[in-house]
């Protein structure tokens, strides 16, 4: 049985306590894209976890697999490995073979980028991990895999090959000399390889690399149930979201299959949950139809939501914009990933409030639309139809929690209800809290499909 849990918005849905709170159910945790752009927070029993790679299921003791689809900086991934052991856990973290590393380099190249798109207000805020410039690279047919770093001279060979031109590129491109640049040891291959073979020789003294198709195949045979975790959100896929004001990778639920090999039919034959916050936030540069920034009572709301809701970026620490529930974008969200549930969170952080709205629609030159226009120009020139909702009180959350999903106050189900209608899909469980014991569930995905099969 296998579980996949997408963001449905633009990230930052709270994702991670759903992934962790399933993970529990699950053998193993499979992250299938992106790298340490993403960030999870796990709360359990007061302390809190913060990961950006390692998947958040190992903090349950699952494995936990970075799939082929990723791209994995491996200083990363040993530091967040590191603080896990000094927090008092032993993740067992499992690395595809054929997932492209994020090499100091792509890190430059991303900022260079940004920095000169700036000026022609291209920039598209992105968080400076070097994720675009690996993606880029893995297309380019010139990335370095994880299989690469393990044999130094084939590291050593790939190095020789991309060096000259990422070098050629800083330097007559952007015109920005080597010797200015903050590292410029990024651009040393003898440095590089020193760095990176040595990451190589730990990720083969424990035994961490998989042939990640196989060793799923292989679980699933045995019996194991696999959750794929999605990062970011389903409106920043570059296939699927706002482009160009998107992540390079598909964090929507297809993209399960191709970033871990695992087959289609057998993970069609799962669940899809799409991870919702009751509001938006974006972090970055796009389009946001609902954003609460007109007037200065609207940026008030904002920033009270920004702050109850503790909206500010966990990679980069960036206050993020806030909007009004965008169901446009949530329609485009669940024909694209197939959701067969919903998960809606933060219900808390709207209580109380004078107002609640949705944009039900958007109207552009003078037509309603369903869904997003495909492009960004048209995004921007959308205004929202908003329907107001009954707002609800602040209630005591830990408590309604600990009751179920009737005690919520008869303005939220209200809520939830036109969700589900408007998506097609059951709303499985309720976030009213950062704990994990603040989600209320309905529906356990991984037990849903024993009691269907079972019919
Ligand atoms: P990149 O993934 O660092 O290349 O950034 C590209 C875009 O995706 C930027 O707008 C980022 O702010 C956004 N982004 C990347 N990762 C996340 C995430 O985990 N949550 C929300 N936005 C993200």
């Known amino acids: 049985m296998t579980v996949t849990i997408v963001g449905s918005q633009l990230g930052d849905e709270g994702k991670g306590a759903l992934v962790d709170r399933w ?8 992250r299938y894209q992106g790298g340490d752009n993403a960030g999870h927070t796990v709360v359990e029993g007061g302390e809190e976890y913060k990961l950006s790679l390692v998947p958040s299921g190992a903090v349950r003791g699952k494995i936990g697999v970075l799939g082929n689809g990723c791209v ?13 052991h000094e927090q008092g856990l032993n993740p067992d973290v499992r690395v595809a073979e054929r997932a492209h590393v994020i090499l100091p380099y792509h890190r430059v190249l991303d900022g260079i980028e940004e920095t000169a798109k700036a000026d022609s207000d291209r920039k598209v805020g992105t968080t400076g991990r070097g994720i675009g410039p690996t993606y880029e690279d893995k297309a380019g047919r010139r990335g370095v895999r994880i299989a690469d770093l393990t044999d130094e001279n084939r590291l050593r060979n790939r190095l020789e090959y991309v060096i000259p031109q990422k070098r050629a590129i800083v330097e007559n491109l952007y015109d920005v000399a080597l010797s200015e640049l903050e590292t ?9 390889v020193k760095e990176y ?8 003294e424990t035994g961490m690399a998989v042939a990640c198709s196989q060793f799923l195949k292989r679980r699933h045979v045995q019996g194991d149930s696999i959750l794929f975790e999605g990062a970011q959100g389903s409106m920043i896929d570059v296939d699927h979201g706002n482009y160009p004001y998107v992540t390079s990778s598909n964090p929507t639920a297809g993209a399960a299959v191709v970033g871990s090999g695992f087959g289609a039919a057998v993970s069609e034959s799962g669940e899809v949950v799409g991870i919702i916050k009751a509001y938006l936030s974006r972090v970055g540069e796009g389009p946001l139809p609902t954003e609460l920034d007109a007037t200065s009572r609207e940026r008030d709301l904002a ?15 960036r206050p993020r914009r806030i909007g009004w529930l965008d169901i446009p974008m949530l329609r485009h969200a669940a024909n694209v990933n197939g959701f067969t549930g919903l998960v809606v969170n933060h219900v808390d952080v709207l209580a109380g409030l004078e107002q609640v709205k949705i944009a039900e629609a958007y109207e552009l030159d003078g037509q309603r639309l369903e869904t997003p226009p495909v492009t960004t120009e048209e995004w921007l020139a959308c205004d929202p139809v908003l329907r107001s909702f009954e707002p609800w009180p602040a ?13 919520l106050p008869a303005q939220t189900k209200s809520y939830l209800e036109y969700l589900e209608s408007e998506l097609e899909a059951s709303v499985y469980a309720v976030g009213v809290g950062p704990d994990r014991t603040e989600t209320i569930e309905r529906v356990n995905p991984f037990n849903q499909h024993w009691s269907v099969s079972s019919l």
């Open 197 to 204: 073979a040595a990451y190589g020789d730990r990720i083969t």
């Open 395 to 407: 209630v005591n959350w830990r408590e309604i929690a600990h009751e179920g999903y009737e005690a």
């Open 184 to 192: 410029p040891e990024a651009f040393d291959v003898e440095a590089l």
């Open 72 to 84: 994995v900086n491996p200083r990363t991934l040993f530091d967040e490995i590191d603080s896990l």
């Open 23 to 30: 993970g529990g159910d699950a053998d193993i945790v499979v």
């Open 303 to 317: 920033e009270s939501i920004r702050d109850d809701g503790g909206e500010f970026g966990t990679v980069t620490g």
